[in-house]
């Protein structure tokens, strides 16, 4: 192989960025968010233990950028303990270096360097071709939850796509939602996340929640990074609070979208990681939001099995019951059906990423990975 | 008689992989020159190599092992004696 072809792999530096954003525009998608946004892309792959560096994997070609392998940090929490995990995102080679190799080169240096769990959330069949060849353990697609918001809203919204929707899916979701009854939960409030503050919520997170968890790190660090401070979108965190005790007893994050050149809007809940006492209280509190604001629906993309009895007392449906998928794509509106799949890898045990996916406790949500950004 | 077991053995691999013929692989072959030796195929073969000869191989050697050729000089200079197929 002569020495312009020898393709090498390295971390991503600050000083690449420049040169990283345009091979994203230019190779990946014209246009990206990622190629035009320095600091979301910062953002994004900062990682807390390379301080001078982003947790970005390139591969070169004779000093010329021909791959990119995002991986963001975001420990996994394995009933309180905590391991290391980084969520894949944005990998791609350029066409001229497709089958050399180098995207599974990438990958493959990923599941030597990274020390932990690997995880994926939205991919295409080519991905999950190479994924499942690597040792990933494949989820087809991560439960979507809906819920009606204002019915008016819905009709105009499903009216614009190029493909007419059975009358059936604003019935199923009306009948649904008609059904909600929540329990009422004497003695818990639900306040700001800046009104109790990261403190109080690490209290819970390390007291309550991790211990019996398994799914993504959620301490104070995660959320404030991946919610309270994201750098363009504005995202709600709400906490339940007992007065009794101080103690606060699960957390909720969720955002508006707005639709570009249109009225209606969408809520989008992208956590609801709490107690099982603190879930109808929470809920309560996201319906009066929807009440207020009347978007077409509500939807959550949410592994949990252990949600499910409270999300069907606030009204929420599960996709999969209805005869078609609403859109999950905003920034454009797209009613391309698309579902969301995840893939786990853990180095050494074989069984470990097989028994979390397989896990009805696993609580694994849209917004943990990549799948929650603008366009 | 070392080269030549060890090529025969690399070709058998290749030929379960790639769902060829082994009389189909020729001595030349390449990533993207032969039938199935795509990206998916790249990782399937680099996996199933690891599986026969009992090694690891690195994302940088990934990159490397893309000929019959290449592959043939790696597993010389780095693989354990070759059990039996």
Redesign the interface.
Known sequence: ?APED????SWCAPGDIPQVRELIGRHWRPGHVMARDARLYAWQFHDPGRPQGLSVLLARRGGELVGHLGLIPGDFNLQGRRLPCRWTSLWFVTKQT?????????L??AQ?ECGGLLGCLGYNQ?AL??FG??GFDLLPALPRWLRLGRASALHGLLAGSPQPYPPQVGQDLAQAAGLAALRPAPGLEVRDWASLGPRAWREAWERDLAPGGLGTWLDEDFITWRYVRHPVFRYTVRLVLRPADGRVLGLMVYRVQELAGRAEKILRLLELACREEARDVLLQDLLARVEELGPAFVDFHCASQDLAPALERAGFLREESLPAMLPSLFQPLDFRQARLPAALWAPRDQGLARGVLNSPGLYLTRGQGDQDRPN | MVWQYMRDDIKQVMAQVFRLPVDQIPDTAKINNLLNWDSLGHIQLMLALEDRFGLRISAENILKLQSLEAIEQFLAQTAPAAPPA
């Open positions: 192989m020898h393709i090498s792999l497709q089958a050399t190799g180098a995207g599974v080169a990438l493959r240096k030597e080519e071709r190479v060849a690597m």
